[in-house]
């Protein structure tokens, strides 16, 4: 079973642009979330959706906002990038269904450099 | 709030040592508990979890057994090998289907010949 995946593994950008970051989760996952990881910050949660819906979000400004697609893919998006943005953004699936589903798998994760 | 509390980094050992990073944890109702692994640029990937007081979880040789009394997931494991050098974070879900991962500020392990 393929894993998670995320796309595109790395992106440039440069300050005031905007930036999309794709995850398709583990087939037949139904939930997704969204981390951050800076090495002063470590592993911040984003936000996780459950059928198309947000049912979480952390403490991010509003630049940051996902969407999850009927086939549970997820999309997040930065608008006017700052420089501290630069990031690994890594999202993780699961089958949120019992409770012992309820593991998270991570993709490799997206490494945005902002400039 | 839910948080996690890991030992402090880096740890560096010799090959066959015995590893141990400590893990506390704090948190509403009975959380399930995870330890996760990250090698260098690349994702996170589960090592092992334990959902109820008493379990322990177990993988490649690691062990973590969840203490309610002590509110700890130590992570163990007998003989490291160099091939184990990576970055160390434990994480704890809340007891429900859905929601965040509260993850520790990882921990830095490098095994050397």
């Known amino acids: 079973k393929a894993g998670v995946t995320q796309t595109p593994r790395y992106l440039i950008k440069t300050r005031g642009q905007q930036v999309t970051l794709s995850c398709s989760p583990i087939?037949?996952?139904?939930?997704v979330s969204w981390y951050q990881q800076t090495p002063g910050q470590g592993l911040q949660f984003l936000f996780e959706?459950?059928?198309?819906?947000?049912?979480n979000k952390g403490n991010f400004p509003g630049r940051f906002s996902g969407r999850q697609f009927s086939n549970s893919r997820s999309e997040m998006n930065v608008s006017t990038l700052e420089l501290g943005d630069s990031a690994l953004y890594l999202c993780?699936?699961?089958?949120?269904?019992?409770?012992?589903?309820?593991?998270?798998?991570f993709g490799p994760g997206t490494r945005l450099l902002v400039l | 709030g839910d948080s996690v509390t890991q030992m402090e980094g880096p740890v560096t050992l010799s090959e066959e040592a015995f590893l141990t990073i400590n893990c506390t944890y704090t948190?509403?109702?009975?959380?399930?508990l995870f330890w996760y692994v990250q090698y260098p640029g690349e994702g996170l990937q589960l090592l092992l979890k334990?959902?109820?007081?008493?379990d322990k979880g177990s993988n490649k040789g690691f062990e973590a057994t969840y203490r309610k009394e002590t509110t700890s997931f130590h992570l163990e494991k007998g003989s490291v090998q160099v091939s184990d050098s990576a970055v160390y974070f434990c994480?704890?879900?809340?007891?429900?289907?859905?929601?965040?991962?509260?993850f520790g500020r990882g921990t830095q392990l490098t095994v050397w010949p």
């Open positions: 993780a699936s699961s089958l949120a269904k019992v409770r012992d589903q309820e593991t998270q798998y």
């Open positions: 087939s037949g996952h139904r939930s």
């Open positions: 959706y459950f059928s198309e819906t947000q049912r």
């Open positions: 948190a509403t109702g009975y959380p399930s």
């Open positions: 334990a959902t109820k007081a008493d």
């Open positions: 994480a704890l879900r809340r007891g429900s289907t859905l929601g965040r991962l509260y």
